[in-house]
């Protein structure tokens, strides 16, 4: 349970490689710390991004709507997910 991962008014941080991340204080909402991870890995994920955005660009004039970049918006979606789940899995234990 989350109460269990907060300390009673006390600020916790925990050390990542990437980031302090602040876990939160028992009297404050808490922090989705998913979205916080993610913020992190999509530096790491420059390449899939640049490919994504790369066939946005390249497709833009398309009127027809057949042409999409879907396996490049999903390249780029595990890239961030690859990166994001050990670390959030590891806060969770």
Known sequence: MLQDIIPHRHIRYRTDQAATLLIG?????P???KKTLENIC???????KHGYEECVKRISGDDTGTK???GQYFDYLTCVDKCVAPKLFAKLK
């Open 25 to 29: 204080r028992a009297d404050e909402e």
């Open 42 to 48: 999509q530096s790491g994920c420059a390449k899939p």
């Open 68 to 70: 999409h970049c879907t």
């Open 31 to 33: 922090v989705d710390q």
